[in-house]
């Protein structure tokens, strides 16, 4: 007996209102038991209950739903045709034109699916593929968030010393924790991470051939503040172009987060429209700081297949309501193919212009 076939008994039982008849079997209750003495009797007064959405990490989306599209597949996401293989399907494309941003796949589409390949949560009433949500927690704090902030930072640091060793590079880090990081933590009166800064903790103790990536020992809460901290930090170390997108990455990041923590259930239209922007900002610039790592033949930011999914996931969405967890990432109305540039205006003050198909700065000097 799979465990979805009693979630969705559940759901049907939810949305009656009423207590069951029967079992998840279909069977009658003993007769003269208590519940089917108490069968057909309201659970709760006069309210019903409805199937909302699904949450969990990428890996058990995969597995509850046997996705045959994923990050582990040369089709990586559930939504659309963004793939590994083809150039004009290219994941690592975030730009407006992107094809894969035009193959949207239906629930429709998905239900043509054979059984053998259909996700089992289709049995629950209620369910639709769209309903599969994503969340701040596995795709940001112990998703690509790890790997931004401490590739960002190792980033500034190889730039500040030429010809960087891994030991300068751990006494650096360790410097920082202690006269960086923790006095910011206490100005702004925030939990600081237990864990000091090193080369073990990012991921560059014996090589500098590894990706930087903060180590399991920061908790997902530790993760988000060391974002926040390390876009204020990079804000100082502007210097060179990329360290200008850089900092701009940084930042739309931290401020994607922001409006999402204050915002409640449901997010109005200038919420929508303020975390469209932040959220796409920080994919574009990410694209570009991924793309110069490979050209430059350095391990720091990797445009790696789970990064897409943010972008796409909000794309499909475009036509549903404003939930938080479902409209973070979209167009801000803007329609796809066009208004490929716009400038950025009220946001980060050292920052004055974007484009968004090329991620290229304006040469007007920071304040």
């Known amino acids: 007996m799979e465990v979805t076939q009693i979630i969705a008994w559940i759901h049907r039982v939810m949305l009656t209102g009423l207590k069951p008849a029967t ?56 939504h659309d045709l963004a793939c590994v293989h083809l150039a004009h399907l290219q994941y ?27 996700s089992p949560w289709a049995e629950v009433p ?9 969340d701040t927690l596995h795709d940001i704090y112990q998703g690509i968030g790890p790997h931004l902030v401490a590739s960002t930072i190792v980033h500034c640091i190889l730039e500040e010393i030429p010809k960087c060793t891994l030991e300068k590079l751990d006494l650096k880090l360790k410097s920082l924790y ?34 930087p990536e903060l180590g399991s020992v920061y908790k997902a809460y530790e993760v988000k503040v060391i974002i926040f901290w390390a876009a204020f930090y990079c804000k100082d170390k502007l210097g060179s172009f990329q360290g200008r997108v850089r900092a701009m990455c940084l930042y739309s990041l931290a ?22 922007k932040f ?7 990410y694209q570009y700081l991924a793309g110069a790592s490979l050209q430059a033949k350095v391990c720091l930011l990797q445009n790696n297949s789970e990064i897409p999914l943010l972008l796409s996931y909000a794309d499909l ?51």
């Open 23 to 78: 079992d998840h079997l279909g069977c009658e209750w003993p007769p003269g038991s208590r519940r089917a003495m108490e069968a057909g009797s309201p659970f709760a007064r006069q309210l019903l209950g409805a199937f909302a959405g699904f949450k969990s990490d990428l890996e058990a989306r995969v597995l509850c739903h046997r996705l045959p599209r994923s990050y582990m597949h040369n089709f990586v996401c559930e």
């Open 92 to 118: 690592g494309d975030f730009r407006s034109t992107a094809g894969w941003r035009t193959s949207a796949i239906t629930h429709e589409d998905y239900m043509i699916t054979s059984e053998s390949s259909m």
């Open 126 to 134: 209620g369910w639709r593929k769209e309903r599969n949500l994503d």
């Open 178 to 211: 202690t006269n960086s990081y923790k006095p910011w933590c206490r100005e702004n009166k925030t939990d600081s991470a237990g864990n000091s800064f090193s080369g073990v903790k990012f991921n560059r103790e014996k090589s500098n051939k590894t990706y």
């Open 255 to 276: 401020s994607w987060i922001r409006v999402l923590d204050l915002a409640g259930g449901w997010l109005t239209e200038d919420e929508v429209e303020s975390a469209c």
């Open 279 to 285: 959220g796409e900002q920080f994919l574009l610039c």
């Open 317 to 367: 969405h475009e036509a549903d309501q404003a939930e938080r967890e479902v409209r973070c990432l979209l167009d801000g109305g803007r329609p796809h193919g066009k208004a490929d540039e716009h400038v950025v205006k009220n946001t980060c003050p050292n920052f004055c212009a974007i484009c968004l198909d090329t991620v290229l700065l304006s040469g007007v000097s920071c304040r």
